[in-house]
Nanobody, 127 residues
Framework: QVQLVESGGGLVQAGGSLRLSCTTS???????MGWFRQAPGNEREFVAA???????????IYADSVKGRFTISRDNAKNTVYLQMNSLKPEDTAVYYC??????????????????WGQGTQVTVSS
């Protein structure tokens, strides 16, 4: 069973930055990795994804709401994916979940395509 472990959440003021990390127990980790978030009363929504660089070229997809502010990256040697979040806004407050997806993540992919989930880490942005 593949495990995804997130870290790096916390409380930050609007305009600040946080970096989330997610490490997978699967040393192969030759699949797409991504981040989703869920605010209270809302559905879980896509934030960003990065494909494995082996065959997909490591292409990256972002939700429109975070483009230009968030950056996703991965270190395959460490089996870790990162989400650098800058210029944070109160509306970014949510539980952030790491996701692992077998195969390639496309712009049309959805929650149903996620194969593995982390336990979530809380990000709170104060105004």
């Amino acid at each position: 069973q593949v495990q995804l472990v997130e870290s790096g959440g916390g409380l930050v003021q609007a305009g600040g930055s946080l970096r989330l990390s997610c490490t997978t127990s699967d040393a192969r980790s030759r699949y797409a990795m991504g981040w989703f978030r869920q605010a209270p009363g809302n559905e879980r929504e896509f934030v960003a994804a990065i494909n494995w660089s082996g065959w997909s070229g490591g292409n990256i997809i972002y939700a429109d709401s975070v483009k230009g502010r968030f950056t996703i990256s991965r270190d395959n040697a460490k089996n870790t994916v990162y989400l650098q979040m800058n210029s944070l806004k109160p509306e970014d407050t949510a539980v952030y979940y790491c996701a692992g997806m077998l195969g390639t993540w496309y712009s049309t992919s959805s929650l149903d395509d996620v194969d593995y989930w982390g336990q979530g880490t809380q990000v709170t942005v104060s105004s």
